[in-house]
């Protein structure tokens, strides 16, 4: 765990945004490992995996729309000595193959790649597309290890960081403009969850002079200069370390009253509910778990143990994902706190042509967060109001 | 060597008193074609996709002295590195599964692989059995297999006309076999199942192949032993002790003669 009055840098919202991070990262990597090959189930571009194609298409396999194939053909390529990414929306690499997993794949450990695009409500496209259930589903299967990341920092490191694993991986990626919250200093690993220093407020006006690299708004544009786009972002590390040391001061690693985990898209809400509830006398912290197995309890129990209440924040079901392996790691070490999961509570969503419009019906807004940590903390009164951060289009901020 | 073969899965079948004897019954001839004249052991790769037919594969691979007697005297025991339905562990065959319709997807994959990693030679030889193809994967891969023109890729297809719930052709409907697959772009025979020789010669030919090739071979899980009783069930037989002893005795019988 940090020493006491640090935590990890995080930039202040609204937060920019750049794109295909992941189809980036995965091209650098393949540069390095020639053994690596890429699995497409029918959704190229949406998976971020044309700039794969279009570098290595010898490497490049079309599946097609069989992911059941798809899933046994990559168990086979690892057994021969290859590193298959399989890649299609989380629903599909998860749910839908499932079976096939347990048996080309998870019982036999071998290093394949699962790449699941669209957490959770972040798709409007309802029940069929919302990957509610794969971390649950993911987290089940012994050997795999299950990452839930939140922003276009920790997906480069994370694809850096899982390469050499032996055993089977399951990515969980956001889809389209995806924040940067992290600066170029953050240090993803695949054995520690990280205690978040509070955003600082100062960071915004020190970017405020730079020029703004943004995606395309909705969809991944295929015309972008990927090279450019790396100057650019070294540009933005420089500038985003300094942004990142100037961060306020960490919001109680040593004396929060009220712990908030979160992964992926929660965790820039969970950090908006820290900054309302610091703001209100409340001391929070949140910690970023993006390595929901094999899970980092030392650090889940160091924090816990330090705060008065826990919650735990995903954009999944309460059931199965991160709430639960929090609940498990606290109860087996007789650490009783009051406990509150914000998620999906054991229900579908629906279709509907907004992500946020989602996030409010389902209850993953950063006020959400706030409430249940009022709730877990027993206070009366009404809670803190957590203020909007209005973004404009190419960045992002939390609902 | 089929018959051998059938004698080796009664021995392993015995000692529990019932087991998967009847693919072993059904599947011997195919067995024996490729593990005796067509797989070689180092370069090509054998794919068994419905696990319960491990029994064959074991029998044929310790006849071709692939893997020791010892080892399958713990067949489907507590503790056996040779499980009853196929798994992970053995070293024979290259790969099975337990649950059904995926080795084809598997075999495509290693075919794949060969492609991509420069061994052109290599052979692939994948058993399926017919009530797998009531699972949606094995046209998945069939249709893959055909698309990339996987032709190392060479499927031996049991179609004994038997599962669990008894006759294949009493609960859904297969035919045309040959011409399904060859609408997906494979090369389509049918034969005899039980005649071994045939089959290795078709096996030969796959060598130069342009195409998958699928050798849809027709036979019954009661094939090669007169004294099974008329209700075995072609699944799971039962193999009491007294059977158990006709069979060996009958198949043991059938090796000495000319």
């Known amino acids: 765990m940090s020493p006491p009055g640090t935590g990890t840098p995080v930039l202040a919202p609204p937060y920019r945004t750049v794109s295909k991070p992941y189809g980036r990262a995965l ?73 096939q997993i347990v048996n080309a794949i998870a019982y036999p450990g071998l290093p394949v790649r699962l790449v699941g695009f669209m957490p959770g409500i972040s798709s409007p496209g309802g029940p069929s597309h919302q990957a509610i259930e794969d971390v649950a589903l993911m987290r089940a299967l012994p050997g795999m290890t299950v990452i839930d990341v939140a922003d276009a920092t920790e997906t480069a490191q994370a694809v850096a960081a899982t390469a050499g694993l032996p055993g089977p991986v399951y990515l969980r990626l956001k889809r389209g403009e995806i924040p940067v919250i992290f600066p170029g200093s953050h240090r993803f690993t695949l054995s520690r969850a990280q205690v978040l220093a509070a955003g600082g407020t100062g960071a915004r006006a020190e970017l405020a002079g730079a020029s703004r690299q943004t995606g395309p708004a909705g969809r991944s544009g295929a015309t972008e200069d990927s090279a450019g786009q790396d100057r650019d972002s070294q540009d933005r590390d420089s500038q985003d370390r300094d942004a990142g040391r100037q961060a306020g001061p960490a919001a109680g690693t040593a004396a929060a009253e009220v712990v908030i985990f979160a992964s992926g898209m929660m965790v820039a809400p969970a950090l908006a509910a820290v900054a309302a509830l610091s703001a ?15 899970l980092d309890t030392r650090t889940v129990l160091s924090v816990a143990e330090t705060a008065r209440a826990v919650v735990t924040a995903e954009n999944h079901t309460i059931i199965g994902g991160l709430g639960s392996a929090i609940a498990e790691t606290l109860a087996e070490a007789g650490l009783g706190r009051p406990l509150r999961r914000v998620g999906l509570a054991d229900t579908f969503a629906e279709g509907a042509a907004s992500t946020p419009y989602l996030f409010r019906k389902y209850g993953l807004t950063t006020q959400h967060i706030v409430d249940a940590a009022w709730s877990a903390l027993a206070r009366t009164g009404r809670p803190p109001q957590a203020p909007a951060t209005p973004a404009t289009p190419g960045e992002y901020a939390p609902v | 060597m089929a018959t051998a073969i059938r004698l080796r899965a009664v021995a392993m079948v015995a000692p529990r008193g019932f087991g998967y004897l009847g693919q072993a019954l059904s599947a011997a001839e195919q067995y024996a074609a490729v593990y005796g004249t067509a797989y070689r052991p ?46 992970e562990g053995g070293r024979v065959p290259e790969y099975t599964c337990g649950s059904l319709g995926q080795g084809l997807s598997a075999a495509a994959g290693f075919a794949l692989a060969d492609r991509l990693q420069g061994r052109p030679g290599t052979r692939t030889f994948a058993f399926l059995s017919d009530g797998e193809l009531q699972e949606g994967q094995v046209w998945e891969a069939a249709m893959f297999a055909g698309h990339h023109r996987l032709a190392r890729l060479t499927v031996l297809l049991d179609a004994n006309n038997s599962q669990v719930d008894g006759p294949v052709d009493g609960i859904t409907t297969l035919e045309p076999v ?31 192949a342009v195409a998958p090739q699928i050798l849809i071979c027709r036979t019954s899980t009661r094939h090669g032993l007169a004294c099974l009783p008329p209700d075995a069930d072609g699944h799971f037989i039962k193999l009491p002790p007294a059977l158990a002893a006709a069979a060996t005795a009958e198949l043991a019988a059938g090796l000495s003669s000319p």
């Open chain 1, 280 to 294: 209100a006398g409340t001391a929070a912290v949140a910690v970023n778990v993006p390595v929901i197995k094999p």
């Open chain 1, 27 to 99: 091209v650098a990597l393949a540069r390095q490992h020639p053994q690596i090959v890429c699995l497409s189930g029918d959704l190229t571009r949406q998976c971020e995996i044309d700039l794969f194609q279009a570098e290595f298409p010898g490497r490049f396999i079309h599946a097609g729309m069989a992911e059941a194939n798809m899933i046994g053909i990559a168990g086979a390529l690892a057994r021969s000595g290859l590193i298959p990414y399989v890649h299609s929306f989380g629903v599909f690499t998860t749910r839908r193959p499932y079976d």
């Open chain 2, 42 to 87: 180092g370069t090509d790769r054998v794919v068994c996709s419905p696990g319960h037919y491990v029994i064959a594969a074991y029998a044929a691979a310790a006849e071709a002295g692939l893997i020791g007697e010892s080892l399958l005297a713990s067949y489907g025991g507590d503790g056996s590195a040779w499980p009853a339905i196929g798994a």
């Open chain 2, 178 to 208: 040959a011409a399904k697959w060859q609408a997906f772009g494979w090369q389509a025979v049918d034969l005899d199942g039980h005649d071994a020789t045939t089959i290795a010669a078709v096996l030969a030919a796959g060598a130069a």
